[in-house]
């Protein structure tokens, strides 16, 4: 049973447009969500979060929406930069504040030049 | 550490051996996490480790896997009886439990079973 789903495998978008990735989540029950953004050959790494008491959060070029009439969240780049280019996760906090992320399956983005 | 540091970063091993992947967390972090993504899937959760409590272990996907922590410090993840399936990057992080929900993710162990 997937709770999280990115439908979306892959993504490429023009240098210096907006970057839009997407989320959808089952269970209504998660109160946290976060991105994490992973290069070749490393770890995902920690981008954004959002409490599920907000609808927006926003850092520099990165802003996180969510819609939980919906269950559904996106990540906004821009304007989106070569390095953005990596696989993007979103996850989801298990209910109960377990700190157990559930991850989705990642959307890869390429920038093109 | 600075940082999560996996052991080793990549291992090839034979059919029906067993293996064992070893992770160094942050120290002070309370939390420690292992997970594995296999090519084309995303992050699939393994087993979590919490202080002294007893460990999650509801996602491991057979009795071939085992994993163990000491105390708040390094873990490891066995596999026994290696299967092709297995073949995977086997991630581990470790998080604080104040607060910052974000795990900090090591680079992984890319484990190749022929």
């Known amino acids: 049973d997937q709770q999280v789903k990115q439908n979306s495998p892959s993504l490429s978008v023009q240098e210096g447009r907006i970057s839009i990735l997407n989320c959808d989540y089952t269970?209504?029950?998660?109160?946290?969500f976060l991105w994490y953004k992973k290069y070749p050959a490393e770890g995902p790494t920690f981008l954004i979060s959002?409490?599920?008491?907000?609808d927006k959060n926003e850092d520099g070029r990165f802003t996180v929406f969510l819609n939980k009439s919906a269950k559904h969240l996106s990540l906004h780049i821009v304007p989106s930069q070569p390095g953005d280019s990596a696989v993007y996760f979103c996850a989801a906090n298990t209910p109960m504040g377990a700190q157990k992320l559930v991850f989705g399956q990642g959307t890869r983005l390429t920038i093109n030049p | 550490g600075a940082g999560v540091s996996q052991s080793p970063s990549n291992k090839v091993t034979e059919k029906g051996k067993d293996v064992e992947l070893r992770c160094d967390p942050i120290?002070?972090?309370?939390?420690l996490y292992w997970y594995r993504q296999r090519l084309g899937q995303g992050l699939e959760f393994l087993i979590y480790?919490?202080?002294?409590?007893?460990?999650?272990k509801s996602g491991l996907p057979s009795d071939r896997f085992s994993a163990e922590r000491t105390g708040e410090s390094v873990s490891t993840l066995t596999i026994q009886r290696t299967q092709q399936e297995d073949s995977a990057v086997y991630l581990c992080?470790?998080?604080?439990?104040?607060?910052?929900?974000?795990?900090?993710f090591g680079s992984g162990t890319r484990l190749t079973v022929v």
């Open positions: 992080a470790s998080s604080s439990t104040r607060g910052n929900y974000g795990y900090t």
């Open positions: 959002i409490s599920s008491i907000k």
């Open positions: 269970n209504s029950m998660f109160d946290y």
């Open positions: 480790f919490q202080g002294n409590s007893a460990p999650d």
């Open positions: 120290s002070g972090h309370t939390a």
